[in-house]
Structure formats: structure tokens, C-alpha cells
């Protein structure tokens, strides 16, 4: 249908005539409803048999008696019979683009033998294609596709690396689901224990920066506590030097410090004060019962 289409533009609004009532005949027909051609006749010396094809498509058959008004009214002609003779002459189509007003006609031979005399070449309006066009057609589209081939392999194997990546992704989600749980849950509790010490005693600048840094070495001391005990059990076992490189991994830690001994490596280290932290923000004054910044 592409030649068809590159002759006539979009088929929509055009008329087609197959002459022929076979297998090829019902292919085109098929091919042409399904670039919604607006009319579609079918032509065959056997009229039962393109009556019969006329009503599976849900279009027209006519007399082969009335083949010459057939094509001065076509705009498209798709012949597929398997005769062994010429069916469409070129008188008979110089016959018809006479009463056609000069509107163009596109012939499309499909036919093996082919159906349409060559001569027709020679009319003035007249486009024909025959199997060794369309062969050539199918060649051009054929080297396209295969020189597509590189590019379509990449989408592919990018896409497939995506899907792998979301897969191997969603095994580990569980684990990292109940980490953030985790580490939710620690926090949580160590805010609602220092907002509790704080709201029964009058505090001063001086007590909140203290348990502001306070809250901040419990929670950091509880979420490395499980992690630094089973790293120190498995340097125990030999392994901690793998485990110790994925924590360094996961946690982005820096990978170029001076190795030391495995005990200094995996010692208990009292987590650093949040001083700084309590630097960079206003303290909270407790005044007249309420909190306010500074």
C-alpha cells in the first residue's frame, strides 16, 4: 500500500477496483480496508465468487461486462487474477482515462503472469506498478530495516539492562524498606525522649544545646551499634575486610584513608557532639511557658 499511497495520498477518500477473486485478490482487499479506502469494487469473469468477496468485505461486485466504467470511475486498480493472458489492455484503459476528465489512474499489477499490458506506460495519467516494482520496493524497505538493526539492538539492550536493574532493585527493596524503618524508628524515640525531658524542666540556653547534642550521639550510637558489632564479629571470622569494603560503599566513605590495624579499624568510636549543628541554628528560649527562637 505504500506505492499506492505515494501515487494517490491518503486512501481514505479514493476508490479501488480489484479485478481478480482469489487469495491475492482477498489480500489486497484486506490491505486496502485497513488504510480505510472509501470504496472498494470487486470485478471477476466468475461473479459468484466476487459477490462472495464483496460481501465479506462489505463492498460491491460488478458484471465483468461493466469493466470499462469500472475503471472510468477507480481511482485505484489492483488486478489479481490468475489468467494466463493480458486481462487489462492499454486500449482499454486509453478508453477509460478518456472519460475520465484527466484525473490520474494508478494500475497495480500483482498478477503472475502479469494481468496488465506494459503499453500502458505510454498513456498520459497513467502510473503502473507490477511485481518487479514492488520487489523493488521490498529490497529499499528491507535495507532500511537492516540498517536499523544496530540501533534497534541498542534500544533493546538498554532496555533489557533497565529491566534487569529494576528487578535486581526490587530484591534488595525490602532490605532497604526496613532500614529507613529503622532508622525512622531510632529517631523517633530519641526526639519524643528529649522533648519529654524538656517540657518538664525549665530549660536555658546552655540545657538545650546539651541535649540537642545528646540526641544527636544516641542516634547515632544506636544505628551504628548493630552494624559495628557484626563488622568486629566478622573481621573475627576473616571476612571483614569484604564487609568492611561494602560498608565503604555503601555509605560513600572515603576510600583513599591509611589502613590500620584491625582492631583500631573496627573500635567503638564516641560519635562526634553536634556542636556545629547547634551552631548554625537560632537556640530556643523558654519563655513565659512557651518555646520561641531567639
Known amino acids: 500500500m505504500r506505492l499506492a499511497e505515494a501515487g494517490l495520498g491518503d486512501l481514505r477518500n479514493r476508490r479501488a477496483l480489484i479485478i481478480g477473486a482469489g487469495e491475492m485478490a482477498e489480500l489486497a482487499a484486506t490491505a486496502l480496508q485497513q488504510h480505510n479506502v472509501d470504496s472498494l469494487i ?20 460488478v458484471d465483468w461486462s461493466r469493466l470499462d466504467e469500472a475503471l472510468t470511475t477507480a481511482d485505484l486498480v489492483i488486478s489479481a487474477t490468475g489468467a494466463p493472458h493480458v486481462m487489462l489492455s492499454a486500449q482499454q484503459v486509453a478508453h477509460a482515462m478518456h472519460r475520465r476528465g484527466g484525473r490520474p489512474l494508478l494500475l497495480i499489477d500483482i498478477a503472475l503472469p502479469r494481468d496488465i499490458d506494459c503499453a500502458v506506460d505510454d498513456l498520459p495519467g497513467v502510473t503502473r506498478y ?16 537492516e540498517a536499523a538493526i544496530p540501533q534497534v539492538e541498542a534500544i533493546i539492550t538498554a532496555e533489557a539492562e533497565a529491566v534487569v536493574g529494576w528487578c535486581s532493585g526490587r530484591e534488595v527493596l525490602p532490605t532497604v524498606i526496613e532500614l529507613r524503618r529503622r532508622a525512622e524508628a ?55 575486610a569484604a564487609y568492611a569494603q561494602t560498608l565503604g560503599e555503601l555509605f560513600a566513605l572515603a576510600s583513599d584513608a591509611a589502613p590500620h590495624a584491625e582492631e583500631n579499624a573496627l573500635s567503638i568510636v ?24 531567639e
Open 42 to 61: 470487486f470485478i471477476n469473469r466468475t461473479a459468484a465468487r466476487a459477490e462472495q468477496l464483496a460481501m465479506t468485505f462489505g463492498a460491491r461486485a
Open 130 to 145: 507490477d511485481i518487479d516494482h514492488l520487489r523493488d520496493s521490498i529490497d529499499a524497505n528491507l535495507a532500511r530495516r
Open 186 to 240: 531510632i529517631a523517633r524515640q530519641e526526639v519524643e525522649r528529649t522533648l519529654h525531658r524538656l517540657l518538664h524542666q525549665a530549660p536555658n540556653h546552655a540545657r538545650i544545646g546539651h541535649e540537642v547534642e545528646q540526641l544527636a550521639d544516641r542516634i547515632v550510637a544506636k544505628l551504628l551499634h548493630e552494624p559495628t558489632v557484626r563488622l568486629k564479629a566478622y573481621a573475627a571470622s576473616g571476612d571483614g
Open 270 to 293: 564516641t560519635p562526634k557532639p553536634a556542636r556545629q549543628l547547634c551552631a548554625q541554628y537560632p537556640l530556643v528560649a523558654y519563655q513565659n511557658g512557651a518555646y520561641s527562637h
